[in-house]
């Protein structure tokens, strides 16, 4: 167990609609990483924060955006569903802001299925 | 082109034999080399870390890094069923404030007892 908690584990939606994904990162990380896994294009860095601020993004869509909270959970909100934008959604974290020389803990991910 | 290649495989080998796996990468400003196993329905879990070329030993596994080829290998002695799983390589260029990783396509493994 990484300690790091993702909600829902499995999400099964329409074309055209709006989901929540949340992360709880291991106690005392201040940096979330969100990634996606698909089939063919393996694990993508969406984006990152560091203590409530962006500090990072990667090849994340304008229909996608995530905000870290005060309590350092994190939310990725991904909207106007398309059936490509199904894939596997990871959280990480870490302690600091740089993933060197330290680790990213990731979570079990969420399963997004956009029919 | 891809960042990072890494050949998908899957790769199948019998128990005990010595594993291979392998990526290549373009950007040669990467400092940082890790490997990350993932079991299936499984988040990654970092398995190996290295800075800049060299080797790492830990265990059964051993990481190497050739910088002037961009070239790194994980090697695992005496497989077992239970590293049955998905290795992804991955990178980072260490200079800069943030903790992006480049992550390979991944290989997937299949150790048959």
């Known amino acids: 167990d990484s300690g790091v908690t993702q909600t829902p584990k499995h999400l099964i939606t329409a074309t055209g609609q709006r989901v929540t994904l949340r992360c709880s990162p291991r106690s005392g990380d201040l940096s979330v990483y969100w990634y996606q896994q698909s089939l063919d294009q393996g694990l993508q860095f969406l984006i990152q924060y560091y203590n409530g601020e962006e500090r990072a993004k990667g090849n994340i869509l304008e229909r996608f955006s995530a905000q870290q909270f005060p309590d350092l959970h994190s939310e990725l909100n991904l909207s106007s569903l398309e059936l490509g934008d199904s894939a596997l959604y990871f959280c990480?974290?870490?302690?600091?802001?740089?993933?060197?020389?330290?680790?990213?803990?990731f979570g079990e991910g969420s399963r997004l299925t956009v029919l | 082109q891809k960042e990072v290649e890494q050949d998908p495989g899957p790769l199948s080998v019998p128990e005990g034999a010595i594993v291979s796996l392998n990526c290549t990468y373009s950007n040669s400003a990467f400092q940082y080399f890790m490997w990350y196993r993932q079991y299936s329905r499984k988040g990654p879990e970092l398995l190996m870390y290295?800075?800049?070329?060299g080797n790492k030993e830990d265990g059964r596994f051993t990481a190497q890094v050739d910088k002037s080829s961009k070239y790194i290998s994980l090697f695992i002695r005496d497989s077992q069923p239970s590293d049955s799983a998905t290795y992804l390589c991955a990178m980072d260029r260490g200079s800069s404030n943030t903790g992006k990783l480049i992550f390979g396509q991944g290989t997937t493994l299949q150790v048959k007892p």
């Open positions: 290295t800075y800049s070329s």
């Open positions: 990480a974290s870490s302690l600091t802001g740089t993933s060197s020389p330290g680790e990213l803990f």
